[in-house]
């Protein structure tokens, strides 16, 4: 198997875009596309720039190397860190239009693009080993993803009947055009500027090539910010299918913590106001400032969190993110917990009606703005029992927990842990091996 070239969707659904080309691009004809700016607009179904109109358009550098495009993109899109930032990237452009509409896709080989990865979603100052077991991990998840295109297989935003369910899951949604998006809803891929060291270059040139496999195939490896003390199982963010490896354990040295399942509401509330020595408990500003980006630095109470929400607030965020009108919100109720805690399924309680919601993400975009840290929280109320004024939410973790916690493996890799140790830890009974040189 050769190095594969990866398709990164990274502007969906716009208007138009502003690309800055540094050095000189061809396009399938050959024709050199100087250096400069150059404005590319959908036009139905076509493309318009520079005087020209055509169905199909892909810049190529003439040198992979030194010739880089920039362009302002979305990142953190509906997360609580959303920005806009104009960033740089190396490969090809291909620009895409429909319904008159502009994605834009980057096509690079998949080491440059691994990279970029690494030191988006961790800081470019982590330790080797942290770059190394992460490399490991999103290449794995990456070529999985890749493997499941090629076979047709989208599992996405698949909704139950309607009844008084709403159940939804969100995986490789819309990803028509391009492999995988640049973004949290994949993987962050925030181009070359964040690179900005060779101890990250070194590390992952060490792992190149090598993915985690299980029962013979390419692990489709999974990971989150932080996990709260205990991982969770596949089956609470995503479909209902076992998944050997992405499976709950408790994520730290500390005996007293408590084995899965975390499932009754004592359990889970002695949990959380426990705060276990768990590797992702880390206060150590240290090791944060030299792990985690600078956006994700703003961020805290990513191990324990409260979120306080008036009952307006509630009725108004299930009307306008679910389209549900259930009338004044009375009542938050647990109904379904992951084996971490995580809740699977939630019952809001309206005035005129209720509605039971799921799987994790959607609990979480339902109740924020943006989004809760995560769905492993227990609900308390203020006011009346009847009728409360406010919901206050207790949480832990930071995402959906499955898989590798990057804090939690951040702690170990300074602790002096190799980057072999931590992917078994995280991602038991599987096999590191490399797929290419």
């Given amino acids: ?13 716009a208007e138009g875009t502003t690309v800055k080309l540094e050095g000189d691009f061809v396009d399938a004809e050959g024709k050199v596309i100087g250096a400069g700016e150059h404005r590319v607009l959908p036009a139905g179904e076509t493309i318009r720039y520079g005087g020209t109109q055509t169905k199909k358009l892909c810049w190529s550098p ?3 190397d030194n010739c880089r495009f920039s362009l302002e993109t979305t990142i953190g899109v509906q997360f609580h860190w959303q920005q806009q930032e ?3 990237f190396a490969g090809a452009i291909r620009f895409v239009a429909a319904g008159n509409r502009l994605t834009v896709i980057n096509l690079v080989p998949l080491e440059t693009y691994l990279t970029s990865v690494i030191c988006s979603e961790m800081s470019a100052t982590s ?12 290449r794995s998840w990456l070529l999985a993803q890749c493997a499941a295109r090629m076979c047709g297989n989208k599992d996405t935003n698949v909704p139950a009947p309607e009844g008084e369910e709403l159940i939804r899951w969100y995986d490789r949604e819309g990803h028509v055009s391009f492999d995988v998006c640049a973004d949290d809803h994949c993987q962050r891929y925030h181009g070359t500027g964040r690179i900005r060291t060779g101890t990250a270059f070194d590390a992952i040139g060490v792992t190149r090539g090598q993915v985690l496999s299980y029962d013979g195939e390419v692990c489709d490896a999974r990971y989150a910010k932080a996990c709260g003390g205990v991982t969770e199982d596949f089956r609470t963010a995503w479909s209902d299918e076992e998944v050997p ?15 899965p399942p975390i499932t009754g509401e004592m359990a889970f509330r002695q949990f959380l106001a426990a705060r276990p020595d768990a590797y992702c408990n880390c206060r150590d500003d240290a090791i944060l400032d030299e792990v985690l980006t600078s956006f994700d630095r703003q961020t805290d109470d990513f191990f324990r969190w409260q979120v306080r929400l008036g009952a307006d607030a509630v009725t108004a965020l299930v009307q306008s993110k679910l389209g549900l009108d259930l009338g004044r919100v009375i009542a938050l109720q647990p109904v379904e917990r992951g084996l971490s805690g995580r809740l699977v399924r939630l019952r809001i309680v309206g005035e005129r009606g209720s509605r039971i919601i799921g799987k994790e993400l959607e609990i979480r975009r339902a109740l924020s703005p943006s989004h809760l840290y995560s769905s492993a929280f227990a609900v308390d109320c203020e ?3 009847e009728r ?3 919901f206050v939410l207790n949480g832990a973790g930071w995402g959906h927990g499955v898989g590798l916690c990057q804090i939690g493996a951040a702690v170990m890799a300074a602790r002096g842990i190799g980057y072999q140790e931590i992917l078994r830890h ?3 009974g599987t096999t590191l091996e490399r797929v290419y040189e």
């Fill in 1 to 13: 198997m050769k190095e594969p070239s990866i398709e990164v969707g990274l502007v969906l659904d």
């Fill in 62 to 64: 003439t040198r992979l």
């Fill in 86 to 88: 104009v960033q740089t």
């Fill in 127 to 138: 330790p080797a080993d942290l770059v190394k077991a992460h490399s490991v991990v999103s």
């Fill in 245 to 259: 490896y992405l499976v709950p354990f408790v994520d730290g040295p500390d005996p007293a913590m408590p084995d």
């Fill in 383 to 385: 006011g009346p029992v």
């Fill in 388 to 390: 409360p004024d406010v």
């Fill in 426 to 428: 995280y991602y038991p």
